[in-house]
């Protein structure tokens, strides 16, 4: 049971990061288009939610070098979209934590695997 729960909170983390890496990514160029987008980082906010969730259930079980890529990277990410909810200022940040958060992810879905097999 220990298994599935892990790689459930594994497939989320790697799911919302990715998502999100997306978002951030390709918003900016639909924001060009006249469709009358705007960026709203409640959305961001969202998906760091998510992810916090993730890797405070992973940080129980998962090695130091696993732990410490999430955490650095979640830091990354809230910087990012605090410092644009309050000062208004879009930090790239968010692009690394978003990167950092997949690794992190992929390789603690990868040790738990190699781990029980």
């Given at each position: 049971m220990k298994k599935t729960t892990t790689s459930f909170y594994d497939i989320l983390g790697i799911s919302s990061a990715t998502f999100c890496?997306?978002?951030?990514?390709?918003?900016?160029?639909?924001?060009?288009?006249p469709l009358g987008?705007?960026?709203n980082p409640i959305i961001d906010l969202i998906f760091a939610?998510?992810?916090?969730?993730?890797?405070?259930?992973?940080?129980k079980k998962?090695?130091?070098?696993v732990s410490s890529i999430l955490v650095v990277s979640m830091g990354?990410?809230?910087i990012s979209?605090?410092?644009?909810?309050?000062?208004?200022i879009h930090l790239d940040l968010i692009y690394l934590g978003g990167i950092g958060m997949i690794i992190g992810h992929l390789l603690n879905y990868k040790l738990h695997k190699k781990e029980n097999h």
């Open positions: 890496l997306v978002h951030c990514l390709i918003f900016p160029v639909l924001t060009i288009l987008l705007i960026h939610s998510f992810g916090l969730f993730a890797i405070i259930k992973i940080m998962s090695s130091l070098l990354l990410i809230w979209i605090l410092s644009e909810i309050i000062f208004k």
